[in-house]
């Protein structure tokens, strides 16, 4: 396979970027090295569908360490990094995505990836899946099922599998404590910030900044925004979130009122149009709107592009409409995951922990497909996540305590 | 039935606690005002053993409102204020329980209650599930079910449901989201605090606070300790907890190392044994323990009376334990339950979420208690849980948004 | 001189109380000893008027132990605790106080403390001063100087030498660092929840709390309701401190809009009338005040009691008054400092710090008070500061680093 | 006058950056809108030496729309923004300066920037202030005074006014309360973090964090870091800082201590060596050092050098030293001022207090120079003060109490 990238010139760059993170990822390090001996996925192909930055780049290269032929594809078209891509590229893992790719490119680098044939895949947010349950269905004979990394990717699936749609089995690697407790609150959190900072270069604190969905997401992006100085106000559907949400001193609103009084708005809840028309019509001049939610449907394109008489580039990735009253609104990244559109995504360590996860969920998937009932989401198996969060806490250092066979045997008792 | 109570006279000091508290619960008006109507208990009996302070003094009332003959006993000999006691017995509902009670006192206390020969019961920590399990079965005939209150009580149950022990079906209030996501996060977050404040005088500020546990309470705890601007180290023998307490900027230790820098130490893990002798040995002169757990078995008193050259009370709810080597070890409330022990126990609204779940759950049973499986924990059914959640809400005034049905086939969808 | 004070029967609690914070003052021990020793007091008469709790007690017998004859009155009806005179009292300092006195008794007190005849005093809002230069300026004779331990005295001290009326000197104990920049942050922070926690048992977190003024102890205040959930809402008239509120985070609104949505209000101004009658009238039904500056006139009471229908005590240390629409209007304490007249006031360590400063001013006092000018408010000197400063980070075992003369150098350098 | 400038082609990036941070800095636009009318600087010439990024154009161009003859040159070699530089020099106004210029060039472009002649100047560091009074003291003569935008620039002058080397009136800009309070605390403590995170991209949550020195910058950089989610270490070499650390819940060390557990460091001290050989023997494989004091003298990078047997560049702006026993230590932005080396600096809204002060200060200089007294730091006047915190809060559109007339005689009577 040859790889579909933009310019292989970049491949320096993108390999400092990878070595980087290596360095900051000692899970993926000790897995790279077992895999290397043990060769879990010899013989096998893999396709690996996330946004292409240096971690993502450095997990396909563990995945090649053992055994698989690996390539790559992006999952989203402006998280891909062209010198990513390149140095990974180069490193002998075929990729095909390229940045700020058109809807016809990004399904043309999709199909590329799927080509290969794979036997596993890794997906994030269920494009590869889509593929190879609509036009791609001849794969599916050799495919003997994958993971999957978001939350909006399993809301997809759980869908499917009850419209008896889906064929294989599909590991939710999003659902694994060690992923979901901390990569979509602590990476959330903190790399939406900075992609909305770098891009912005404006103050958090003492804005109203509005945060849609308070799930574990956007729990995170709201703590670390209190932690900026901001004030949070929260819109939910969900009466328990939104009870979370004023009990941990935010402001619960529904979003035609949330969109008067605020200053930055960031939605993160899985669904479509979150914001829209309406909302347009009454936000302030110099409003900023952004997504962290997967697709880029929460701020809803469409109407705020027919609202508006003039859109321009304000700043580099922030888009201002001119509404016809004369208010700017201003959308970071075209909407899309600000926090890889603008930003590099999670941090290393997070990514660590979420990869781990994936790495090891895809030996499982290898080792054990043909017992694993087929058209079903399955849970990470529990030693997996106990074994990542041993691991974890070994790479920190951190000693904790046991239990004494007294303290059992209490906890197992009623007398 | 006669009340077995201190003294009487106490009742206005009772009744105008209770009458505060009232006008405090929102959630437990409007369903003492419906089952006033409605009489869900009409010709049944209720026994109720939670902590009697002024809420649990109201919930009892609000049972006995629906047509229920009720009496209520204590579940910790520290928790018991006697005013309420007095207060709740001259307003109709026979009480057996008084403050400091003795060992046997209390278990008698808690015969006089089953004597009433309940159909439904209301339970906090498993002492009257105990009892109709052990000596006194022949009450097992005419008790439909009940509900537990704690994270503690349920750990017995399921130990019991286990073993093929448990011969009634008994509902989990604990596990319902509107208690266990507020009650004991933000509800022991803030009174354990309280307790620990208004009877140590002491600055939390700078201070080492040791946090044993990371549960749903120890993380209200925690929070709340360094909103007080405390140094937070936390102990854990669960993984997963220890890195959230990590990522959520605390040390984690495992206490034979917390042991020697902690100033204030809490305990609520629900176990036993958590700080002992080895401990004692190398804690600060001055240092401060408390326990926030359902028994008082966190810290071990028998070791720590036997290592005691002396023992005096400090202030009051304070006693000072002196060392061989002259440290002096303080431990509050005699270790039972430092909010309640040292205080008034949860802030009222927060037990109104609680106790409206602990009500409605009982209505439920009385209504379906032949259909339900003997011998089982039950979940709270999830149309409390809703109820209670947007009762919560607008007892609030706070308004959410709605899934437009256009959402709703955006959420199951897939293509 | 024999004591005022209520019963003498109460002294054995007032010396446990004593005997606690004694053990938690560390640096008053070590000043304790030295004076024991040098004796800065020899033949000296001392009049202290300290809100009477234990911390003060202690002051007052560290101040006895350095050579003085000392007596104490307090320093507001309701701070006063009747047990804590009686041990002071049964330890051989005379005391003229109790608690819940009327405008006449509490008149009374202060003079009988007056008549002493003192050399020297310890003033807390400015009473001993404000008598010594009205209805006794017979004592001024002998009276060589005097300390402030508030801001409130310090305004005062601060408009009478501009009138010139001011006629010995006065250390503005308030202002040295290790005073304001502590007692009055985490002290007042601290305290003032544990009052209101303890008097309502009410939940914080979710509530609008209003704090009225944002100097040091309005920061203190409003940060720990931060730290208990709540949604702080700052009124000021200073522009700069309004735009400080603003950057931390809060909701900064003028009274008349403060006082619609607030849930809980607590002013600390310094200043007269800061909640009033169009205030009242705008006010939620169950709306909770209190004050923690040092005079009773920030809730304006004459207007609450006029407006009033019916009032009530709600609980013990709540009034509750009843406006004709039905609403109830609650204020802890009778509206005078919430952390004192609810609670046991600062955190022993805290006021170790203050103390420290307060006694070693005074002992500046009697060495150098002929070097003094006369009607002048002077500064606590800057060694007093640094000293402190030593021993508390000692009393720690907190080790900071020191300039090298190379550093020293470079500081002092422009080339 | 010819503009040195890298490229004037990157123009149009220049002025897009300009104009959007002219968009979010509403005080310097009415500034503007008034210097355009009333002119204060007509016939005058200025000249700027401020880090030369989107803010301080807009600042030039203000003066400039004053009347003044300006010119610009950056303060520090990375802070520069080759494309900020070419807007600027293509909208009029000659620049001096380019990205990562050697000493020798930095030199030369401050030397053009006085070749100008001005009348005032507005420093920031005092490079320029050294050069007039040293190699070009001919320019003193004309030079009617200026103002100082750095805690370190003040630091300097007072040390040349103690010594009677400074020839001219200079206006402390720093210690303006709308600047310190503000730019010191609010925007160094966002700053930082911007650009820590966007060039490392790594967890802040969980960290050891050290900040060195707690004054208002290092007091934001530490309160955003705890927002974070890290465990915060300060170090401190005055003892009131030192304890205000400790009570803000942060762990104080001497460097020698907190070099052994520290993830990532932060010098902010303004002196000089902070961190340096023994510190960087003992630190962790992987630790991170940046610096956000003005020079970059505070990590010692002469002895990292020396000790180093590999330097190598990480990642964009992360230079990493080899240590002989193969620890990689790693500096950021060169150890410069990282929010600017590796970010935008302060955002906009901070910036335009700032800059208000800088420019209503410099028209004041302007009008009085003639009355000032040479030689002298001159505070900023408290109406400029007063004025910029009024018009912040009007853009903010947020409203104040105002102190009624009795309340006024309140706080000025004392009987």
Redesign the interface.
Known sequence: MNSIIRDINLAPSGK??I???R??MPLLNAIEKEFSETKPFAGLKATVSVHLE?KTAYLAQVVAAGGASVCVTGSNPLSTQDDVAAGLSDSGVPVFAWYNSTAEEYNRHIEAALDHGPNLIIDDG?DLI?MVH?SRQDLLQNLWGGNEETTTGI???K??EK?G?LKIPMIAVNNA??KF??DN???T??SV??GI??TT??????KHVVVAGYGWCGKGIAM?A??????VVV??????K???A??????????S?AAKIGDLFVTVT????VIYGEHFKVMKD?AIMCNAGHFDCEVYKPELESLAVEIK???KN?TGYKMADGR?LNLLGEGRLVNLAC???H????MDMSFAVQALSLAYLAKNHDKLEKGKVIDVPAEI??RV??M??AA?G???????P??EK??????
């Not at 270069?201 to 003492?206: D, P, S």
């Not at 941090?347 to 997070?350: L, N």
Request: glycine fraction near 12%; proline fraction near 3%.
């Open positions: 400092q970027k070595d980087w993170v360095k900051n240096a269920g889509h609509t809301v997809r699936l869908a499917m419209q749609a404590m060690c407790l901390f609150r602590y990476g959190g903190q910030w900075d900072n770098r270069n404006l103050i958090v604190a003492g670390r209190k932690g900026l100085g901001a004030k819109t939910e559907v969900d009466p328990i939104a009870m979370e004023v009990m941990d001193g935010f402001t619960v609103l529904p979003m009122e899985g669904c479509e149009r110099g580039e304000q700043r922030i700017w930003g590099d995504g941090p290393a360590e997070i996540d106990a969060a041993q974890k806490l920190w951190t000693k904790i305590d046991k239990l004494s007294e303290q209490y906890l197992n008792s009623w007398g």
